[in-house]
C-alpha cells in the first residue's frame, strides 16, 4: 500500500474542569471527550527521498509549525524510517474552534503513516508521542470516547456513552489556546469530581468565562443557545454546542437560528470513524 485517505474527525469536551497546575505549568483536568461526525480528511502518500510535504499550506503556519509535519517527523525519528509522504489535507473543521481540528490531523498522521510506513509501533507507542505534539492528540489516536485527567494523557474509553445529536455554532473569532491557559482569572483549582456525577450532567467548563470574556462573540453565541436549552462551550473555544436527543430536533433548532449564524449538525460517536476505516 502506498496511499491512505483517512477521515479525521472532530470532538467536542462535554465538561473541561481544571483542578490544578503542574511545577511545569501544565495543568490538570478532567473531561469527557466524545467524538462528533464532522471531520477533516487526510490523502496519504509515500515517497522514498524522505520528505514531508502538505498540500495546501496552511496560511500563517510555517510547514514546521505544522502538527501534521511535526507527526510525520517524530515518527521518522522514532522509528528510523527513511521513507517520506506527500499529505493532502480537506480542511472542514475551523481552526481554534475547540474541536480538536490539529490534533485529530496529527493523531491520523501518525496512525495513517504507522500503517503505511509499516513501523510497527503499538497503539500505546503512538499515543506515548501523540502527548509530545498536545495533550488531545492520544484520544484520537486510541479513537474512542473517553473520561480523560493528569494533561490529558490518563483515558479511560466511554463506549456506552448516549450518542446523542448536536448543534454546533462556530463564532466569528479565533481562540488562542495557550493565552487561555495562561489567563490570570481562569480557575485552575475545582475540585475533582467523580464519572459519574459528570454523565449526570454536573460539569461545566471552567474556561467559558474567561473566553468570554476575552471574545464577545462566544457570549454571544453562548447566550443564543441558552435560550434554547444547556449549552455549553467545547475545549478552550470558540465553538459552542447544545446537545439533543434526535436529529429531527437538533435540525429544528438549526433552523431557528438567526440565517447570519455559522452552524451545523453533527451526531455524537464513540468509535472514530479514522479508526473504522483502518480497520474495514
Not at 57 to 66: F, P, Y
Not at 190 to 195: A, G, L, N, Q
Request: net charge negative; glycine share 8%; with cysteine.
Amino acid at each position: 500500500m502506498t496511499s491512505l485517505k483517512l477521515p479525521s474527525p472532530a470532538k467536542l469536551n462535554l465538561f473541561l474542569h481544571i483542578t490544578g497546575q503542574r511545577p511545569d505549568g501544565y495543568h490538570e483536568l478532567q473531561t469527557i471527550f466524545q467524538f462528533i461526525d464532522r471531520c477533516d480528511e487526510l490523502t496519504l502518500s509515500t515517497n522514498h527521498t524522505g520528505t514531508i510535504s502538505i498540500t495546501p499550506a496552511i496560511e500563517g503556519v510555517a510547514l514546521e509549525d505544522n502538527l501534521i509535519y511535526k507527526a510525520a517527523k517524530i515518527l521518522q525519528e522514532k522509528t528510523g524510517c527513511r521513507q517520506g509522504a506527500h499529505i493532502q489535507l480537506n480542511k472542514i473543521l475551523p481552526m481554534g474552534g475547540g474541536l480538536g481540528g490539529g490534533s485529530s490531523n496529527a493523531a491520523t498522521a501518525l496512525v495513517g503513516l504507522n500503517q503505511l510506513w509499516e513501523t510497527q509501533l503499538s497503539e500505546d507507542e503512538l499515543a506515548e508521542l501523540g502527548l509530545q505534539l498536545g495533550s488531545d492528540v492520544p484520544v484520537f489516536v486510541r479513537g474512542q470516547a473517553a473520561w480523560a485527567q493528569g494533561v490529558g494523557e490518563t483515558l479511560i474509553p466511554l463506549d456506552d456513552l448516549e450518542e446523542n445529536w448536536f448543534v454546533v455554532v462556530v463564532p466569528a473569532c479565533h481562540v488562542n489556546t495557550a493565552e487561555i491557559f495562561s489567563h490570570k482569572d481562569l480557575t485552575r483549582d475545582t475540585p475533582t469530581c467523580r464519572i459519574s456525577a459528570a454523565l449526570r450532567g454536573e460539569g461545566r467548563n471552567d474556561c467559558e468565562s474567561v473566553v468570554c470574556k476575552l471574545h464577545q462573540e462566544v457570549s454571544n453565541s453562548l447566550n443564543l443557545l441558552k435560550k434554547i436549552g444547556s449549552a455549553r462551550m467545547t475545549g478552550t473555544g470558540a465553538c459552542v454546542f447544545l446537545e439533543l436527543n434526535s436529529e429531527k430536533e437538533a435540525n429544528s433548532v438549526l433552523a431557528k437560528l438567526p440565517a447570519d449564524t455559522e452552524a451545523f449538525v453533527a451526531k455524537g460517536i464513540n468509535q472514530s470513524p479514522m479508526q473504522k476505516a483502518l480497520n474495514s
